[in-house]
């Protein structure tokens, strides 16, 4: 099967830019996730959505981040207007059942 | 509070030595507990999970952990190091919710493993 597809895989923008990730999780997974790793640090939560609702968005830094996931497939992260501390690693998983997440490869953000 | 240490920044073996990395956590009740491991360029990908039973749990690539509840550990082992096995290793507990048939995770910060020759 398919896994967790990611694009772009690295974005460079520049500060005050817009830019958005998509995620595409395996088929017939209701459960996606973000998470962002920033500066080598831990990888923390974004969001979780089941199917096309957003189950928890707890770990969203603030509002310059808007994450869609209209239909219940692949999901977008829009972040707008991106600031420098938004650089990092932009992960998506997706899962189904108990056998834990399957990622994607990321997206390595820099705003410079 | 809901946490995961990973003591070790990074570690350094040589090709054929046994490696432990070691992984603690903090949570309120049985977690799930999970390591991934992150080569470069690539995702991270699920090296072996524990949920209940035995606590000595088998995974991919030749790596095992075993889960200590009386010491809140969940630590890697593998008893032969291949220079392949250089990358970033991630350990995470969580829970999952029958609700929602999800899971909400906490990562440690990585610990990574060098290989020499």
């Known amino acids: 099967e398919a896994g967790v597809t990611q694009f772009p895989s690295h974005s460079v923008i520049e500060k005050g830019q817009t830019v958005t990730l998509r995620c595409d999780p395996i088929?017939?997974?209701?459960?996606l996730y973000w998470y962002r790793r920033v500066m080598g640090k831990e990888i923390k939560f974004l969001l979780h959505?089941?199917?096309?609702?957003?189950?928890?968005e707890s770990g969203m830094p603030n509002n310059r981040f808007l994450a869609e996931r209209t239909g219940g497939t692949y999901s977008t992260l829009k972040v707008q207007p991106a600031e420098l501390e938004d650089s990092g690693v932009y992960f998506c998983?997706?899962?189904?059942?108990?056998?834990?997440?399957?990622f994607g490869s990321g997206t390595r953000l820099t705003v410079v | 509070a809901q946490s995961v240490t990973q003591p070790d920044i990074h570690i350094t073996v040589s090709e054929g030595a046994s490696l432990e990395l070691r992984c603690n956590y903090s949570y309120g009740a049985t977690p799930y507990l999970f390591w991934y491991v992150q080569s470069p360029g690539q995702g991270l990908q699920l090296l072996l999970k524990y949920f209940s039973g035995d606590t000595l749990v088998q995974g991919i690539k030749g790596f095992e952990a075993e889960f200590k509840r009386s010491q809140s550990s969940f630590n890697l082992r593998k008893p032969s190091v291949h220079w392949s096995d250089a990358a970033e290793y991630f350990c995470?507990?969580?829970?999952?919710?029958?609700?929602?048939?999800?899971?909400?995770?906490?990562f440690g910060a990585g610990t990574r493993l060098f290989v020499k020759a």
């Open positions: 959505f089941v199917k096309e609702s957003k189950q928890d």
């Open positions: 998983a997706s899962s189904q059942g108990t056998d834990g997440y399957t």
């Open positions: 995470a507990v969580g829970a999952f919710s029958w609700n929602t048939g999800g899971f909400k995770t906490i």
């Open positions: 088929s017939g997974h209701d459960n």
